[in-house]
């Protein structure tokens, strides 16, 4: 069971817009920021969002993500091949004292 | 730049001890604001936090974990440790170290490496 929910699955043809969910509660959405990973196959999660909305140094600014109240969202413009890989959610849970990361959300490219 | 790099038994018998090393290079382990965490990731499920320690002495673990898992450290090695107890097939996962920020987010990961718990 994982601390925040997402849908399993996601799909868009090349160029389009997609968007994956992440819906938590109040002791860790809504009280602290979100962060994505992007885990392409057979590799690590890479941090792909910080602070809900933040990118770091190299990751293309068709990535954006958002947040409200107790959810949040990842949204991908421009759809490439290369997106397709497994992303998760995660934020502070306060009553864990640590991170909670949602189950994952398969994008596929079609 | 800074790169984790996970070690130990790839398999564990069941009610053995799991014990992991995470190698940190190109840096110090060291650090008055960051910190290093365990996380492990069963196969085609979410990632699960298993806790984090800083280098000032601080150490937290997952509340569902906690009573056999020990995290520590050895700087002059530039090395993070994992040791997790009575393990079950349960606990077969990837196991990934990474590096956490002030923020609470993981800024770089160790290329995970799999722990199968079988007899």
């Known amino acids: 069971q994982s601390v925040l929910t997402q849908p399993p699955s996601a799909s868009g043809t090349p160029g389009q817009r997609v968007t994956i969910s992440c819906s938590g509660s109040?002791?860790?959405?809504?009280?602290?920021?979100v962060n994505w990973y992007q885990q392409l196959p057979g590799t690590a999660p890479k941090l792909l969002i910080h602070?809900?909305?933040q990118r770091p140094s190299g990751v293309p600014d068709r990535f954006s993500g958002s947040k409200s109240g107790t959810s949040a969202s990842l949204a991908i413009s421009g759809l490439q091949s290369a997106d397709e890989a497994d992303y998760y959610c995660a934020a502070w849970d306060d009553n864990l004292n640590g991170p909670g990361f949602g189950g994952g959300t398969k994008l596929t490219v079609l | 730049q800074v790169q984790l790099q996970e070690s130990g038994p790839g398999l564990v018998k069941p009610s053995q001890t799991l014990s992991l090393t995470c190698t940190v290079s190109g840096g110090s382990i060291s650090s008055a604001t960051q910190y290093w965490s365990w996380i492990r990731q069963p196969a085609g499920k979410g990632p699960e936090w298993i806790g984090r320690l800083f280098t000032t002495g601080t150490i937290d673990y997952n509340p569902s974990l906690k009573s056999r898992v020990t995290i520590s450290v050895d700087m002059p090695k530039n090395q993070l440790s994992l040791n997790l107890t009575s393990v079950t097939a349960a606990d077969t996962a990837v196991y990934y170290c990474?590096?956490?920020?002030?923020?609470?987010?993981?800024?770089?990961w160790g290329q995970g490496t799999l722990v199968t718990v079988s007899s």
């Open positions: 109040s002791s860790n959405i809504g009280s602290n920021s």
């Open positions: 602070r809900n909305n």
């Open positions: 990474a590096r956490g920020s002030g923020d609470r987010y993981f800024d770089i």
